[in-house]
Nanobody, 123 residues
Framework: VQLVESGGGLVQPGGSLRLSCAAS????????MGWFRQAPGKEREFVGG????????SYSDSMKGRFSISRDNDKNIMYLQMTSLKNEDTGVYYC?????????????????WGQGTQVTVSS
């Protein structure tokens, strides 16, 4: 499956942003989907994930209550709604797909990745 992220940009602290991940070339509803991010000089980290049906989600502790992931299997798209953004949320955000039955935060479990979209939180 091919993945393309969009929606990144510059936002002030406390602001909101919605990222999209469009999928093509695969059976989207068969994939567990995840969002990851990478800040300058840091390793890529798990943001959150969503099950194949969209009924279950999982988030990294620092994102709980601020970020929300959803998906539309009819449109082959996944979203990351980010609110109450902080400077430390700055980074390149990637969506990823894993052909498996259960959610996972493990980077190596995801076999398809998008090119990333830059999110900068700054005043």
């Amino acid at each position: 499956v091919q993945l393309v992220e969009s929606g990144g940009g510059l936002v002030q602290p406390g602001g909101s942003l919605r990222l999209s991940c469009a999928a093509s070339g695969g059976i989207f509803r068969g994939y567990v989907m995840g969002w990851f991010r990478q800040a300058p000089g840091k390793e890529r980290e798990f943001v959150g994930g969503i099950s194949r049906t969209g009924r279950n989600t999982s988030y990294s502790d620092s994102m709980k209550g601020r970020f929300s992931i959803s998906r539309d299997n009819d449109k082959n798209i996944m979203y990351l709604q980010m609110t109450s953004l902080k400077n430390e949320d700055t980074g390149v955000y990637y969506c990823a797909a894993a052909w498996r039955s259960s959610l996972t935060a493990t980077t190596d479990a995801y076999e398809s990745w998008g090119q990333g979209t830059q999110v900068t939180v700054s005043s």
